[in-house]
């Protein structure tokens, strides 16, 4: 009977978020509020927001702060383990919508799990957006305002830093191994962030993620070939990527411009975008200098 009051408790809170009670106090979520995520973005503004010690479990991606790599793993974002997050028993699981499938919306319902769902669009208010929400649906609207004005502060900073950086035609190549090899396409949270940090994709031709053919790598000739930290070690380092065909034929493959970042940092479109952007713009401007 607690467990349910408590869920009560907070199913009626999250329905009026900046409400305030009969007597003028700013409603607050439980502190036994249990919440699992099931995005590493979301993850993160969770954890940002002050509330990481009510997270009792989390999607693989979440790994950042590096604090969350320890808590207990459901699964990832496209194929979760529903009784895995049953089992922590949380009050409320949040996530991106386009991420949870209506099959498994429902199996949160029928279990009675308050399911919080955010919009995410891959652009600085988009951003800004996806924090406030998660703010607004945590009843932490003070700290997210808080965190906005620290977003809103470091984006201005690389701003500032973009107008230096050359207009390089840049690839990204998402790979497990040479038998997974795919280049972000246009709309892709990546060809955003390469735009973000005043480069273009060197890809015009297609929207989202297509397999990786060495027409279409020579065709591109990107003068910078971007991957993530993992995906180049899935390769076998900078040696392995050269190794694949059609790279030796583009600028980036004579020249050798390799460029990695953290996937969670460079893709997430959340409170470290900022600190997403300049990082980019640093490395391209280092590689085509």
Same mark, same amino acid.
């Not at 005043?198 to 065709?219: D, H, I, M, R, W």
């Not at 910078?224 to 070690?233: P, R």
């Not at 020249?255 to 479109?269: C, V």
């Given at each position: 009977m607690k467990k349910i009051g408590l869920l009560m408790v907070a199913v009626a809170m999250f329905s009026a978020c900046r409400n305030t009670t009969e007597n003028n106090t700013v409603r607050q979520l439980p502190d036994s509020v249990k919440?699992?995520?099931?995005?590493?973005?979301?993850?993160?503004?969770?954890?940002?927001?002050?509330?990481?010690?009510?997270?009792?479990?989390?999607?693989?991606?979440? &790994?950042?702060?590096? &604090?969350?790599?320890?808590?207990?793993?459901?699964?990832?974002? &496209?194929?979760?383990?529903?009784?895995?997050?049953?089992?922590?028993?949380?009050?409320?699981?949040?996530?991106?919508?386009?991420?949870? &499938?209506?099959?498994?919306?429902?199996?949160?319902?029928?279990?009675?799990?308050?399911l919080v769902l955010f919009k995410q669009e891959f652009s600085i208010d988009g951003a800004k957006n996806l924090i406030r929400s998660v703010g607004d649906s945590l009843l932490q609207q003070t700290k997210a305002d808080s965190l906005i004005k620290v977003f809103d502060a470091e984006v201005a900073a690389t701003q500032k830093q973009i107008t230096n950086t050359k207009k390089a035609k840049v690839l990204f190549i998402y790979a497990r191994g040479t038998g997974t090899m795919m280049v972000g396409g246009l709309g892709t949270q990546v060809d955003k962030v390469i735009?973000?940090?005043?480069?273009?994709?060197?890809?015009?031709?297609?929207?989202?993620?297509?397999?990786?053919?060495?027409?279409?790598?020579?065709?591109?000739?990107?003068?910078?070939?971007?991957?993530?930290?993992?995906?180049?070690?899935?390769?076998?380092?900078t040696q392995g990527l050269e190794t694949v065909q059609g790279i030796a034929q583009t600028n980036a493959g004579?020249?050798?411009?390799?460029?990695?970042?953290?996937?969670?940092?460079?893709?997430?479109?959340g409170l470290r975008l900022g600190k997403a952007i300049t990082e980019l713009s640093g490395k391209i401007n280092n590689a085509v200098k």
């Open positions: 919440i699992v995520s099931l995005n590493g973005t979301v993850s993160e503004i969770v954890a940002g927001l002050g509330l990481e010690k009510n997270i009792v479990g989390t999607d693989i991606t979440s &790994s950042y702060p590096e &604090s969350l790599k320890s808590k207990p793993k459901v699964g990832h974002s &496209s194929k979760i383990n529903v009784e895995g997050v049953l089992s922590l028993q949380p009050n409320i699981v949040v996530a991106i919508d386009k991420e949870v &499938s209506p099959q498994l919306a429902a199996q949160f319902k029928t279990a009675g799990i308050k735009e973000l940090a005043g480069a273009q994709n060197a890809v015009t031709g297609f929207s989202e993620y297509k397999p990786l053919t060495s027409e279409a790598l020579v065709k591109a000739n990107p003068d910078v070939i971007l991957l993530f930290d993992d995906g180049l070690q899935s390769l076998g380092g004579k020249n050798k411009k390799f460029i990695t970042m953290d996937g969670a940092l460079l893709t997430g479109f």
